[in-house]
C-alpha cells in the first residue's frame, strides 16, 4: 500500500482505479478504527 501516495499504482494493479480507491478506502477505515497497519518496504 502506498500510504504517503495512495494514487499512485504499480504496474500490476490492473484495475487502477479500483486499486486506488480501496487503498483510500482501507486507509480512511484504518484511522477511523485506529488500526494499526504493518507492511514491508516502508520509506
Not at 500500500?1 to 486507509?27: G, H, N, W
Request: glycine share 2%; aromatic share 6%; proline share 2%.
Amino acid at each position: 500500500m502506498q500510504f504517503a501516495l495512495p494514487d499512485e499504482c504499480a504496474v500490476y494493479d490492473i484495475d487502477q482505479l479500483k486499486s486506488v480507491l480501496t487503498r483510500k478506502c482501507i486507509l480512511n477505515l484504518a484511522e477511523q478504527r485506529v488500526w494499526t497497519i504493518a507492511g514491508m518496504h516502508l520509506s
